[in-house]
T-cell receptor, first 111, second 113 residues
Framework: GEDVEQSLFLSVREGDSSVINCTYT??????LYWYKQEPGAGLQLLTY?????DMKQDQRLTVLLNKKDKHLSLRIADTQTGDSAIYFC???????????FGSGTKLNVKP | DTGVSQNPRHKITKRGQNVTFRCDPI?????LYWYRQTLGQGPEFLTY????????KSRLLSDRFSAERPKGSFSTLEIQRTEQGDSAMYLC???????????FGQGTRLTVV
C-alpha cells in the first residue's frame, strides 16, 4: 500500500487555476502532503492535510481530500509563472517513519 | 534557524571510489531521513533516524551504503565502491517528534563517472 500516483504534466496560462491530482493506496495514511521542487533544488513543503479533513485552504492553495476514493488534489488559484515547478504528493503513516512520494507533476505556466 | 543543510551540494567521483555526504538538520529536530531521487522520479526512502538510533532502512540501502547519526545531531551517508547507478540526488529531511512536517535540504547531487 505504498503507491502514490500523479499525472506527469500540466500546462496552464498565467492567471488561470491549476489543479494537480494524486491518488494513493495506503489506507493507513495519516497525513498527506504537497511539496514543490524547482530545478536543481530540494523540496519545499507547501501544505499538508490530516486524513480526517476534507479540505484545507492556505492563501492561493486549496487541498481537497476524498478519503473514500484515496484521491488528493491541490488547486493553485491565480497561477503565476513563478509557480512553474514539479509538484509532489506524499503520504505518511501515523508514526511518520517515512514518506511515500509520487513521481511528481510538472506544472508549466505560460505567460 | 537556517533550515536543513547538506554538504557538499555537488560531488563528482570515479566509479569504485567512496563518498560521504553530510546533513545538518534543523536544531532540535529528533527525526532525520535520507532519500534518493533519480531524474524524473520522486524521492525514494533510504533510512530514518530518531535521535541517534537508526530505526528503519529501505531495501534500497545495500550493504555499500551506511548512514550514521552519532550524537543525534548531524548525519552522514557513506557510499562505498560507487557505481554509475548510484548517480542521483541525495536528500536529507528532518522533523520533530510529534511534528507533522518534514523539511528537506537542498540535496547533494552525486555523479559517478
Amino acid at each position: 500500500g505504498e503507491d502514490v500516483e500523479q499525472s506527469l504534466f500540466l500546462s496552464v496560462r498565467e492567471g488561470d487555476s491549476s489543479v494537480i491530482n494524486c491518488t494513493y493506496t495506503d489506507s493507513s495514511s495519516t497525513y498527506l502532503y504537497w511539496y514543490k521542487q524547482e530545478p536543481g533544488a530540494g523540496l519545499q513543503l507547501l501544505t499538508y492535510i490530516f486524513s480526517n479533513m476534507d479540505m484545507k485552504q492556505d492563501q492561493r492553495l486549496t487541498v481537497l481530500l476524498n478519503k473514500k476514493d484515496k484521491h488528493l488534489s491541490l488547486r493553485i488559484a491565480d497561477t503565476q509563472t513563478g509557480d512553474s515547478a514539479i509538484y509532489f504528493c506524499a503520504e505518511s503513516p501515523y508514526n511518520f517513519n517515512k514518506f511515500y512520494f509520487g513521481s511528481g507533476t510538472k506544472l508549466n505556466v505560460k505567460p | 534557524d537556517t533550515g536543513v543543510s547538506q554538504n557538499p551540494r555537488h560531488k563528482i567521483t570515479k566509479r569504485g571510489q567512496n563518498v560521504t555526504f553530510r546533513c545538518d538538520p534543523i536544531s532540535e529536530h529528533n527525526r532525520l531521513y535520507w532519500y534518493r531521487q533519480t531524474l524524473g522520479q520522486g524521492p525514494e526512502f533510504l533510512t530514518y533516524f530518531q535521535n541517534e538510533a537508526q530505526l528503519e532502512k529501505s531495501r534500497l540501502l545495500s550493504d555499500r551504503f551506511s548512514a550514521e547519526r552519532p550524537k543525534g545531531s548531524f548525519s552522514t551517508l557513506e557510499i562505498q565502491r560507487t557505481e554509475q547507478g548510484d548517480s542521483a540526488m541525495y536528500l536529507c529531511a528532518s522533523s520533530s517528534v510529534g511534528g507533522t512536517e518534514a523539511f528537506f535540504g537542498q540535496g547533494t547531487r552525486l555523479t559517478v563517472v
